[in-house]
């Protein structure tokens, strides 16, 4: 079970999360509002800014 209980529960509009958040954490808010994940979907664009040129073509060093 839940150690804490979340007072708001952010997803997508899949018809079943309202029927299982009800069962589980009933005082939930279920929060379904398009782009309500934004600041999670931001933190996630500056990860992968950081990765790409990482990632990226490398130059040889021997020539």
């Known amino acids: 079970m839940l150690k804490v209980t ?3 529960v952010v997803t ?3 018809p079943v999360y309202p029927a299982v958040l009800d069962d589980l954490i009933p005082s939930a808010w279920h929060h379904v ?4 994940n934004n600041p999670i979907e931001a933190d ?4 992968k800014r ?3 040129p990482m990632r990226g ?3 040889d060093p021997t020539v």
């Not at 509002?33 to 309500?36: F, G, I, V």
């Not at 996630?44 to 990860?47: D, M, N, P, S, V």
């Open 44 to 47: 996630h664009g500056q990860l």
């Open 57 to 59: 073509l490398r130059t």
């Open 6 to 8: 979340p007072s708001e």
């Open 12 to 14: 997508d509009a899949a």
């Open 33 to 36: 509002e398009r782009h309500a």
């Open 50 to 52: 950081r990765l790409r």
